[in-house]
């Protein structure tokens, strides 16, 4: 699924007052711990995760990793937050046309 810069914006927009919830730990990327995201990616579709105690490679690595196995749309990424959005069969939130 490929975003435009407006649905970027958009999402951006409505992530903003979003606390993360999903944070990895010291264990890092597990099966748990993707399958708690794309629980809360069916039920909220928009989400933050919160990497922690990474370095650069290693944070992005886990990004790719993420975002493949979930199939979603990295959002955004700041800091050690990560914003993710994938649409789900109940479509809550109505995307801006490209």
Known sequence: M??????KQFLKGLAHHLSP???LGGNGLTEG???E???ALNH?????????GA???TKQLIIDAIVRETQAVAVQTIGHILV???SSEEHKISLPKK
């Open 44 to 52: 909220h579709e928009l989400i933050k995760v919160k990497i922690a």
């Open 33 to 35: 711990v993707i399958a």
């Open 55 to 57: 370095d650069r490679e």
């Open 2 to 7: 490929q975003l435009s810069t407006k649905q």
């Open 37 to 39: 995201i794309d629980n």
């Open 84 to 86: 993710l959005y994938r």
């Open 21 to 23: 919830v999903v944070m």
